[in-house]
């Protein structure tokens, strides 16, 4: 008898995939695909129905339906689909023409002696062949290369961007730094760091040595206006809208645009200062995610899409200057961060998808919500959590949710503030507890690839020479 319940097991791995396969079959046959909303000729028509979240889908409805709802409430759609694509490099593909350049309107704004001068901003994206460029220049020293340029001088009015392609490490320092017009394919060239010292000991140049324009320290970060910025970023929610009809590199390109482009024009705006911290750490988290969509995967481009159309919505008329759920989620992680963690291993080991093979797989699974006011009625009464059950004896709190929701919760406690309340954001939006952590401490690692280094166990971003990208 006791044999009974590992044979079912063993039953339920052998037909799994196949039944993973039949569900996936009429899950495309119901819903047409995440990435179904637009016709594949003529213009792009509206889905008749509004989309709705599922705890572990990222949509139901395609990518377009959520442009629709965020992006354009305040816009036609032909502003965001017809948007006429900027001129292409040289030798560049028609695939390219969105992202494959920095199609700036070189138009700048007149610099009095009372006023910093703003950082350009100016941005590509770091393309393969330049990566090897990259990594022939200061050949044999270490350095870590970046996803994306971004020029760091202050704005000017020449046409010639620098931004840094590799750091390199000590004791050779310097970085190699790419250098380009608009129009044309950058090149990359090995600078030493800039000696310029400021007043205070923070007050170091970043920049190169003999670098156009004054040193960083004496820069105010917010970047120059640019029009053309949020066609571009509108171009790439596009591209990333019709997933189904790209290769792998454009979305990639999409993506790109996307997300560093809409973390760029709020720093242009000046929003980015006042935003919370749960909220910068959700852009940062959409920035590290850019490579993620090459896998063509419908859903986890749909979530990317879903996500990047949030952030463009701040800047609009109507927006109040947060991304949605914030302040519930930190409401929330206030009060799990109050319970014991034995409790905390119950709440976050629930926060998972159901087991498909699982006896009691319809169950729903408990929401965030419900989830912590039930655990603070028993823990409020000085109750023990109960034992856990094997896997077949519940459909929840089994023994391996245990083990899995306290280790998400040591992990949980290692993030920076801003960055626990948004993994709570994205478990109460029906992500998986682990998935959420694991996410967020992966991205910040990817971060340093575009200049950022975090600090841990903390709330505020440590020093670096390019923090300010």
Request: glycine share 8%; proline share 7%; hydrophobic share 40%.
């Amino acid at each position: 008898m006791t044999a009974a319940p590992d044979l079912l097991y063993l039953a339920f791995l052998l037909i799994r995939p196949a039944l993973l396969t039949w569900l996936r079959l009429l899950e495309l046959k119901r819903y047409g695909g995440p990435c179904a909303g637009f016709h594949h000729a003529g213009s792009p028509r509206l889905p008749s129905t509004g989309f709705q979240r599922t705890p572990g889908r990222p949509m139901e409805c395609g990518v377009s339906q959520l442009l629709v709802e965020l992006r354009l409430k305040d816009r036609p759609l032909g502003a965001l689909a017809g948007c006429p694509a900027p001129p292409a490099l040289p030798g560049s593909s028609p695939l390219d023409d969105f992202t494959s350049g920095p199609h700036f309107d070189r138009k700048e704004r007149s610099v009095s002696a009372l006023t910093r001068p703003r950082t350009c901003g100016a941005r590509i994206l770091l393309a393969k062949d330049l990566m090897v460029h990259a990594y022939a220049e200061g050949r044999g020293v270490g350095g870590m290369i970046r996803g994306s340029l971004f020029c760091e001088v202050a704005e000017h009015d020449d046409d010639r961007h620098w931004g840094i392609a590799r750091v390199l490490v000590e004791p050779h320092g310097g970085a190699v730094w790419a250098t380009w017009l608009d129009g044309e394919a950058p090149r990359c060239l090995t600078r030493k760091d800039c000696l310029q010292t400021g007043a205070g000991p923070q007050d170091a140049c970043a920049l190169f040595a003999g670098h156009p324009g004054v040193c960083s320290y004496l820069l105010d970060h917010a970047l120059r206006p640019d029009p053309s910025r949020v066609e571009r970023i509108d171009a790439a929610l596009a591209i990333l809208a019709t997933c189904d009809r790209h290769d792998a590199h454009t979305l990639q390109a999409a993506a790109h645009d996307a997300a560093l482009l809409a973390w760029d024009e709020l720093r242009a705006r000046r929003l980015w200062v006042s935003m919370p911290d749960c909220d910068q750490a959700a852009v940062h988290r959409l920035v590290s995610r850019t490579g993620s969509v090459r896998t063509r995967d419908p859903y986890a481009v749909a979530e990317f899409a879903r996500e990047a159309a949030e952030v463009t919505f701040l800047w609009q008329p109507s927006a109040t200057g947060r991304l949605p759920r914030g302040e519930s989620a930190t409401s929330q992680l206030k009060i799990l961060e109050g319970l014991p963690q034995e409790w905390q291993a119950v709440v976050l080991g629930g926060q998972r998808l159901p087991k498909s093979w699982s006896p009691h797989a319809s169950t729903p699974r408990p929401p965030l919500a419900e989830a912590l006011d039930d655990v603070c009625q028993q823990a409020g009464g000085g109750q023990e959590p109960p034992p856990a059950l094997d896997s077949w004896a519940a459909a929840w709190d089994h023994k391996e949710d245990r083990v899995r929701g306290a280790r998400a919760a040591a992990r949980l406690a290692k993030l920076p503030y801003g960055w626990r309340v948004d993994v709570i954001r994205r478990i109460d939006s029906g992500a998986e507890a682990s998935a959420a952590v694991s996410d967020a401490m992966m991205a910040i690692n990817i971060l340093r690839t575009f200049g950022l280094r975090l600090a841990w166990n903390s709330g505020h971003q440590a020093f670096s020479r390019s923090n300010s990208l």
